[in-house]
T-cell receptor
Framework: DVKVTQSSRYLVKRTGEKVFLECVQDMDHENMFWYRQDPGLGLRLIYFSYDVKMKEKGDIPEGYSVSREKKERFSLILESASTNQTSMYLC????????????FGNGTRLTVT | GDSVTQMEGPVTLSEEAFLTINCTYTATGYPSLFWYVQYPGEGLQLLLKATKADDKGSNKGFEATYRKETTSFHLEKGSVQVSDSAVYFCALTPPFSGGYNKLIFGAGTRLAVHP
């Protein structure tokens, strides 16, 4: 079975801190994604990567950056956390074919105080 | 642009009732269509998929048929259980999205099943 592992289930950080969310997948997927999920807003794509060292902005990239130094690992970085970044963050990965499904991690619930 | 619209929830049913969650889409050509389920406190899991017109995806008693003529992919189950309580997301991959193949999600429909 595909496994997408997010390093933390719960995180509490202070405003202005630099925050790293880590995601690792074990299926050699080329494509990796970071979403945030908020009540009433559904899933919103922050960034995605289709290859090592490659990244593309999603729908809401402001305030975030990403890093993909190795194929299996995709990191989301909040350069200076703010309270409006309190959310559930979901990492996902897939093969590039259009009929290939996304595989999700269990999510990281981040609270910024 | 490409989009997915699904019925608003919450949907509240009694155990063993019939379930339908409507999903319609807008896309050019023939997208791949998916249903995902999210149980409380977890990430999303693939429930079923269909990749061409008239395909029927099925899993765990759930079914959905890819209807090109009505641009729909409604989720159905004949007899729901309390354990089916979750949020259900309809999604598509546009057919011409190159190597990125991002999924586009609906807003999600919460299902609550009572004994």
């Amino acid at each position: 079975d595909v496994k997408v592992t997010q390093s933390s289930r719960y995180l509490v950080k202070r405003t202005g801190e630099k925050v790293f969310l880590e995601c690792v997948q074990d299926m050699d997927h080329e494509n990796m994604f970071w979403y945030r999920q908020d009540p009433g807003l559904g899933l919103r794509l922050i960034y995605f990567s289709y290859d090592v060292k490659m990244k593309e902005k999603g729908d809401i990239p402001e305030g975030y950056s990403v890093s993909r130094e190795k194929k299996e690992r995709f990191s989301l970085i909040l350069e200076s956390a703010s309270t409006n970044q309190t959310s559930m963050y979901l990492c996902a990965s897939k093969f590039p074919e259009s009929n290939s499904p996304l595989h999700f991690g269990n999510g990281t619930r981040l609270t910024v105080t | 642009g490409d989009s997915v619209t699904q019925m608003e929830g919450p949907v509240t049913l009694s155990e063993e009732a019939f379930l339908t969650i409507n999903c319609t889409y807008t896309a050019t050509g023939y997208p791949s269509l998916f249903w995902y389920v999210q149980y409380p406190g977890e990430g999303l899991q693939l429930l079923l998929k269909a990749t061409k017109a008239d395909d029927k995806g099925s899993n765990k008693g759930f079914e959905a048929t890819y209807r090109k003529e009505t641009t729909s992919f409604h989720l159905e189950k004949g007899s729901v259980q309390v354990s089916d309580s979750a949020v259900y997301f309809c999604a598509l991959t546009p057919p011409f999205s190159g190597g990125y193949n991002k999924l586009i999600f609906g807003a999600g429909t919460r299902l609550a099943v009572h004994p």
